[in-house]
């Protein structure tokens, strides 16, 4: 249902939940202050666009998203692809590539597509979220520890090469702050949790350095100035040339903002007890990246933390998540300008921290202690997103894991045959109803038992059990009553083996068929080469059709 929750909340809305409300959103605004702030400079751009989006995406992810408490901003899973595409494009690419990514979200949201995301493996959203933290902290690393490097080279391996290069200009002021402020981010939450600890320990931080005048480098000294106004919309230069080059880069924002958003979304759920609409999720995600750009924003997705944040200070309709983006506005217009005096060493403290959640290393080590193939899944797209590239690690994630599950899958259907040794059980002897269902078969019947989908992953064992009959037998019966479903694979395999044995004068027949099965045999050649009842044939009535003896009725078809 494509109407947002904003809508539908403020049908029994009351005095109470306003206050709530109004209070949540205050402390979510002054939590995502320096989140904005921090996954800007870590993304390559000035901090004020961090804080443009936090204002602008945030506030229309409230006012038409699909969740009754989703707080949506810049969030640290774009700092890798937004990092890369200022690096390759510049400011002009990340603003088309954004509007791109807004325009797929809309896209999937209006074709209802919400629902397929639930298919990403969760090895594969393991591992490129804790590669994403791998590579948060990489870049922190100098601000740090105030190391003196001019030009830190954009390669994992780079950074750390040029960070060991230039370990002895550590500066110790700077780690000193750095030490601070996470000392105060990890021991704040034991104090108050209602004041954000985030926000205590920039507060704390600055003050530091301003009051010791302390040669540690901050916002204002790295960038200039914090421009304290909101921009006019500017509209980039649009060419056919760009938009190809960024269609990789695009789609890759499209599915992070989508995956993190709906996530997000569920997560929220569990805590409140509400069920988000996820196609007008994706839809608000879609407008607010295309929107926020237009004023220098940066990409945006719903944010797991900040929407936590919002559940526990009481935030139940989307009324909080636009309080936050006007108090965000608030502090921006009126204090905007003393952001430039905000160490870059608390910054840093700050996204370590977030890295650190984001990796969520338990899970992790509980994965690759677990299933082999999701292990492989996970430590694949990991490495990949470290090393080589968002996108490609989240591809090749996905086809690994679509391969070891396809592999998975063969395993599981299995194709016996019915050997004279079970002819001969009796059913009083304890075996079960399969073995008794086929001691009745003839001895120069052959019996298949095939267990399982029959994809193109078990096509190929079919066609090895069948190859294995030594002698030719008059008559072979699949029996196909526990295949679900048959692909275009496994029937031409099927197609293949019937047709053999029709030209050795061995008669097919297939019984018991599922409804799926029987709908997509009926449908292609292999079924209007049998009769109308052919392929309605119980197992039983498959024996009677070919009597006690060598004798076999008259057909009335082919077959």
């Known amino acids: 249902m494509l109407v947002p929750k904003l809508l539908t909340t403020l049908k029994s809305y009351s005095g109470k939940q306003f206050r709530d409300d109004l209070q949540a959103g205050v402390i979510v605004g002054i939590v995502a202050l320096p989140l904005a702030i921090a996954f800007a400079i870590a993304s390559g751009v000035s901090p004020e666009r961090g804080l443009y989006t936090a204002i602008i995406a945030g506030f229309l992810i409230s006012l038409l998203g699909g969740s009754r408490v989703q707080i949506g901003g810049p969030t640290g899973a774009f700092v890798v692809i937004?990092?890369?595409?200022?690096?390759?494009?510049?400011?002009?690419?990340?603003?088309?590539?954004?509007?791109?990514?807004?325009?797929?979200?809309?896209?999937?949201?209006?074709?209802?597509?919400?629902?397929?995301?639930?298919?990403?493996?969760?090895?594969?959203?393991?591992?490129?979220?804790?590669?994403?933290?791998?590579?948060i902290f990489s870049t922190q690393v100098k601000d740090l520890l105030g190391l003196q490097v001019d030009?830190?080279?954009?390669?994992?391996?780079?950074?750390?090469?040029?960070?060991?290069?230039?370990?002895?200009?550590?500066?110790?002021?700077?780690?000193?702050?750095?030490?601070?402020?996470?000392?105060?981010?990890?021991?704040?939450?034991?104090?108050?949790?209602?004041?954000?600890?985030?926000?205590?320990?920039?507060?704390?931080?600055?003050?530091?350095?301003?009051?010791?005048?302390?040669?540690?480098?901050?916002?204002?000294?790295?960038?200039?100035?914090?421009d304290a106004s909101l921009p006019s919309p500017v509209f980039p230069r649009v060419t056919e040339a760009m938009i190809v080059s960024l269609a990789g880069p695009a789609l890759t924002i499209a599915l992070l903002a989508a995956i993190e958003s709906l996530l997000s979304a569920v997560v929220a759920d569990g805590m409140i007890g509400s069920r988000h609409r996820s196609n007008m999720?994706?839809?608000?995600?879609?407008?607010?990246?295309?929107?926020?750009?237009?004023?220098?924003?940066?990409?945006?997705?719903?944010?797991?933390?900040?929407?936590?944040?919002?559940?526990?200070?009481?935030?139940?309709?989307?009324?909080?998540?636009?309080?936050?983006?006007?108090?965000?506005?608030?502090?921006?217009?009126?204090?905007?300008?003393?952001?430039?005096?905000?160490?870059?060493?608390?910054?840093?403290?700050?996204?370590?921290?977030?890295?650190?959640?984001?990796?969520?290393?338990?899970?992790v080590r509980a994965e690759i202690r677990g299933e082999r193939s999701d292990a492989a899944v996970l430590l694949?797209?990991?490495?990949?997103?470290?090393?080589?590239?968002?996108?490609?690690?989240?591809?090749?994630?996905?086809?690994?894991?679509?391969?070891?599950?396809?592999?998975?899958?063969?395993?599981?259907?299995?194709?016996?045959?019915?050997?004279?040794?079970?002819?001969?059980a009796k059913q009083e002897q304890g075996e079960d109803a399969a073995v008794a269902r086929h001691a009745r078969v003839p001895r120069d019947v052959e019996v298949y038992d095939i267990n399982g989908p029959f994809f193109f992953g078990a096509a190929e064992k079919f066609r090895d059990a069948l190859s294995q009959v030594s002698r030719r037998p008059r008559a072979l019966i699949?029996?196909?009553?526990?295949?679900?479903?048959?692909?275009?694979?496994?029937?031409?395999?099927?197609?293949?083996?019937?047709?053999?044995c029709r030209r050795d004068g061995v008669r097919v027949l297939l019984t018991d068929l599922?409804?799926?099965?029987?709908?997509?045999?009926?449908?292609?050649?292999?079924?209007?080469?049998?009769?109308?009842?052919?392929?309605?044939l119980t197992f039983d009535a498959a024996l009677f059709s070919l009597g006690p003896t060598g004798e076999m009725p008259a057909k009335t078809s082919a077959g």
């Open 281 to 363: 999720e994706l839809v608000a995600q879609g407008a607010a990246n295309i929107v926020a750009p237009l004023f220098g924003g940066m990409p945006a997705t719903g944010a797991i933390a900040r929407t936590a944040t919002n559940v526990k200070n009481g935030g139940r309709t989307p009324v909080a998540g636009i309080v936050h983006a006007l108090t965000l506005l608030t502090i921006t217009l009126f204090f905007g300008r003393w952001a430039a005096l905000i160490p870059l060493a608390s910054l840093a403290a700050i996204l370590t921290v977030v890295a650190y959640h984001m990796s969520e290393w338990r899970t």
């Open 151 to 226: 030009q830190v080279p954009p390669e994992f391996f780079g950074k750390w090469v040029e960070y060991l290069r230039h370990l002895g200009t550590t500066d110790p002021a700077t780690v000193a702050i750095a030490g601070g402020t996470l000392a105060i981010l990890i021991w704040w939450p034991r104090i108050s949790l209602r004041i954000p600890a985030p926000f205590v320990a920039l507060l704390a931080g600055t003050v530091a350095v301003q009051l010791l005048d302390l040669p540690v480098e901050t916002i204002g000294s790295r960038f200039g100035p914090i």
């Open 380 to 424: 694949t797209t990991l490495v990949l997103t470290v090393f080589v590239d968002l996108t490609v690690a989240i591809a090749v994630g996905m086809v690994l894991a679509a391969f070891l599950f396809m592999k998975r899958m063969a395993e599981t259907t299995s194709v016996a045959a019915i050997s004279e040794s079970l002819r001969e």
């Open 478 to 500: 699949l029996d196909m009553e526990k295949v679900p479903v048959i692909d275009s694979t496994g029937l031409r395999a099927l197609t293949a083996v019937v047709h053999q």
């Open 82 to 135: 937004v990092a890369g595409i200022v690096q390759r494009y510049g400011l002009d690419g990340l603003t088309v590539a954004t509007i791109m990514a807004g325009i797929a979200l809309i896209g999937l949201g209006l074709a209802k597509l919400g629902g397929v995301i639930k298919f990403i493996p969760f090895p594969v959203i393991s591992g490129f979220t804790a590669g994403i933290a791998v590579v």
């Open 514 to 536: 599922a409804p799926a099965t029987r709908a997509r045999i009926a449908d292609s050649e292999l079924g209007r080469s049998f009769g109308p009842s052919e392929l309605d």
